[in-house]
């Protein structure tokens, strides 16, 4: 399935995109749920199957996507998890023996084919195109081996960054990542079921149409087994959570000179199995 937030003639709800269209499961299930990150967050996957083969209740044409979840409880974001990305430091340094985790605020995010905001303050806005897991079953020490019975979808990530306001600190990442709306994520949730796990995923980045970004989770330097056992050895993961697992090389900041997102831009994450998350770049008014 396909799990989506959504506005219809003005109305907020969330729902499965078919190929015939969106079933409303903010009508159907109304009392229950009143957002999808609620559902999640309750575990209520099981209540929206039996209703997944039902006629949809609006056209594409009719609703436009907002970010699959409006809200959630903890954001993780794992810095340097492509062995090229390390490489593009220049430090000589030792691959890590642990991952360099962040976290990032709602407001951070838009949803597809919504612009990603550059703020006065910077011209540095830059992209990274990402996967995302969506926790479904919560835990604490999670096992490596036991990470997909953790995960209940996956959607794509931008997980856009003001460069210049993260190095306004030795570890000052937290400032450049949570800008309003200079990141994205979308356009859907597709369930773990879809997604053959363990299987290779690729992540690829255009900007204007020019590959930027490209790359495949099977050379992850921390794969997804080993995130969920890390971070749920110092903190309880709970359904809702999400963890952005990384970016390839090829971000803007490290051409020569800097290619920083500009207004006019488009942005475009391909994920196969998942789909395209797709934004343009706008200043902030």
Not at 178 to 194: F, K, Q
Not at 259 to 277: A, C, M, N, Q, S
Request: net charge negative; charged share 25%.
């Amino acid at each position: 399935m396909k799990l989506v937030s959504f506005k219809a003639a003005g109305r907020p709800s969330f729902g499965i995109w078919t190929e015939a269209g969106v079933i409303d499961l903010g009508r159907r299930l109304a009392g229950r749920f009143a957002a999808l990150h609620e559902l999640v967050a309750a575990g209520g996957l099981d209540a929206v199957r039996g209703v997944a083969g039902e006629p949809p209740d609006h056209a594409h044409r009719d609703v436009t996507l907002d970010k699959p979840l409006l809200a959630w409880g903890k954001c993780f974001c794992v810095g340097v998890n492509y062995p090229d990305r390390n490489a593009e430091y220049k430090d000589s340094s030792d691959l890590p023996r642990y991952p360099s985790l962040f976290i990032r605020f709602p407001e951070s995010f838009t949803g597809p084919d919504m612009p990603l905001i550059r703020p006065p303050e910077s011209t540095h806005l830059d992209y990274e195109g990402e996967i995302v897991l969506v926790i479904g079953k919560g835990g604490r020490r999670i096992r490596p081996e036991s990470w997909a019975e953790h995960v209940m979808g996956y959607t794509i990530g931008n997980e856009g960054t003001i460069r210049d306001w993260v190095r306004h600190g030795k570890f000052n990442v937290t400032p450049g990542k949570n800008w309003d709306r200079t990141g994205s994520i979308g356009p859907w949730i597709v369930t773990a079921d879809e997604v053959p796990g363990g299987a290779a995923m690729r992540v690829t980045t255009r900007v204007n149409g020019e590959e930027r970004q490209s790359d495949t989770t099977d050379r992850l330097m921390f794969p997804f087994g080993r995130i969920l056992e890390y971070v749920s050895t110092f903190c309880t993961l709970a359904p809702g959570d999400i963890i952005f697992t990384g970016t390839p090389t090829g971000a803007g900041a490290r051409f020569d000179p800097p290619r920083f997102l500009v207004p006019g831009d488009t942005v475009e994450v391909e994920v196969p199995g998942i789909g395209v998350l797709r934004n343009g770049v706008a200043d902030e008014r």
